[in-house]
């Protein structure tokens, strides 16, 4: 079986989330502020769901814009019934 | 099950074991209650000297040993800290004055209106005007600064605070104080809070519910993720009230079990709380169930939410059935005005940096 994957970038303070959900929104690529995932964090804090073919695009966007980011996460959708995962399948 | 309604039930298992306690001997409408039970803790060490409000908590025992045990097993107990630990135990210091005005933290706040007190609607109302003002100073971005990696010993020191607290509840040295009267007198049997204690510590680490978490993402972000947990808790609490403890059960301001209904300083108290929370990035059960985990600065900061029930008692600032003495309400003004104060020195000393930063970088 294929197996299927989602991104999500997370941050060191929230404002650099909100500056990074603006500066993406402007260059038309998805993105969608949440909590960080579970298996990301044991903290309640800020990410960004991103499409991870996206990749280089918010690298490159990040660092013209000297928005700093903690980490490009990927992650392997393991379990296909959870909520976190149909809103990934649904983009 | 979907993320909402595993928070939903993760919730409910709290507000749940909250009416239990309440029906099993806790004072009225706190079954469960972080900022009051520090408080009793704070007077059974000899702290404060307010003889009715003096009990080694066991619920928050076992909410540090459910907490610990969850992430020792995940192998998410890790020892991390740094993050400008002083000003987290002020931000705790004022955080515990703002709940002992209001009479409650959030927690209490939610099953207090689970079994009726309207006024601690009013107390919402206060504490998420003081999550919006702290959202404000997140966009503009305020941060106490990353933290790191620490030596591996200080993750234990806050179980094995709860340990001497646990050893102290059993043998009761003389030093060590409980109230024959009042609040601090009233208790579920030991073995069935240190039990149901240690459900809410793994339920809360599993899920990470924080009241000020839920509202921050519902305000910063359009998230209800976390605010469903708090839903849970409410609606578990309101239906097991409403079968175990009916007749305590009492819609309205007037007569509420260990509450106040002057509305200004309701609200107040609880902005301040909301406030504080925000800035240190966790309500205080969220900072317990951290420091449990091997968070330092979360550690810090419970001690600061300690010293700040015991100056409370110490000084005249804690409310009482009978309202806010004066004292407390001059301690939630200037509480409020240095939370500010310090996230607005915050913002403004961030950005000098990042200008000498850029002006290096030119």
């Not at chain 1, 993105?31 to 991103?50: D, F, H, I, Y």
């Not at chain 2, 307010?50 to 066991?58: D, G, K, N, S």
């Not at chain 2, 209490?108 to 107390?123: E, K, S, T, V, Y």
């Not at chain 2, 902005?271 to 979360?298: E, F, M, N, Y």
């Amino acid at each position: 079986m294929m197996k299927e994957y989602y991104c999500v970038v997370t941050f060191d303070i929230t404002q650099h989330a909100l500056l990074f959900e603006k500066e993406l929104k402007q260059h038309n690529l998805g993105v969608k502020l949440m909590p960080a995932p579970r298996e990301l964090s044991t903290s309640c804090g800020t990410a960004a769901l991103v499409m991870c073919e996206d990749k280089d695009k918010i690298i490159s966007i990040c660092d013209k814009n000297s928005i700093p980011i903690n980490k490009f996460h990927k992650l392997e959708v393991t379990n296909k019934d959870s909520w976190f995962t149909k809103r990934i399948l649904k983009k | 099950m979907s993320g909402k309604r595993k928070m939903f039930f993760y919730g409910g298992i709290i507000g749940l074991i909250g009416a239990i306690l309440m029906k099993l001997g806790n004072p009225g409408n706190m079954g469960l209650c972080i900022a009051c039970f520090w408080r009793d803790i704070a007077g059974a060490l000899g702290l404060h000297r307010a003889e009715v409000v003096q009990y080694i908590r066991p619920e928050i025992i076992g909410i540090i040993f459910g907490a610990f045990g969850i992430s020792y097993v995940t192998g998410e107990f890790k020892a991390k800290g740094g993050s400008s630990p002083i000003v987290r135990f002020i931000l705790g210091f004022f955080l515990m004055i703002g709940a002992l005005v209001f009479l409650g933290c959030p927690l209490r706040m939610i099953l207090r209106l689970a079994n009726g007190d309207l006024n601690a609607l009013i107390g919402l109302a206060g504490y998420v005007t003081g999550i919006f003002i702290g959202v404000q100073f997140l966009k503009k971005g305020y941060t106490l600064g990353r933290s790191i990696e620490q030596t591996n010993i200080s993750k234990y020191i806050f179980p094995i605070f709860a340990l001497v607290l646990l050893i102290f509840l059993i043998i009761k040295p003389s030093f060590i104080l409980f109230s024959t009267e009042g609040p601090g007198s009233m208790g579920a049997p030991v073995i069935i809070s240190l039990i149901l204690g240690a459900v809410v510590g793994v339920a809360l680490q599993r899920s990470r519910i924080c009241t000020a978490g839920g509202f921050r993402d519902a305000i910063l972000i359009k998230d209800t993720h976390f605010l469903w947990g708090i839903l849970g808790i409410f609606v578990f609490a309101l239906a097991g009230n409403l079968v175990l403890n009916f007749s305590k059960f009492n819609l309205g301001f007037v007569d509420q079990p260990i509450a106040h209904n002057d509305f200004i300083w309701n609200f107040l108290g609880m902005t301040l709380v909301g406030l504080c929370s925000i800035l240190l990035g966790g309500c205080p059960i969220r900072q317990t169930i951290l420091a449990s985990q091997g968070d330092t600065d979360a550690a810090i900061t419970v001690f600061g939410l300690i010293i700040g029930a015991a100056f409370a008692h110490n000084f005249g600032l804690a409310a009482s059935a009978n309202g806010v003495p004066q004292n407390g309400k001059i301690a939630v003004i200037i509480g409020i005005l240095f939370a500010l104060s310090l996230a607005y020195g915050v913002i403004s000393s961030s950005k000098k940096n990042s200008n000498k930063e850029g002006v290096k970088n030119a």
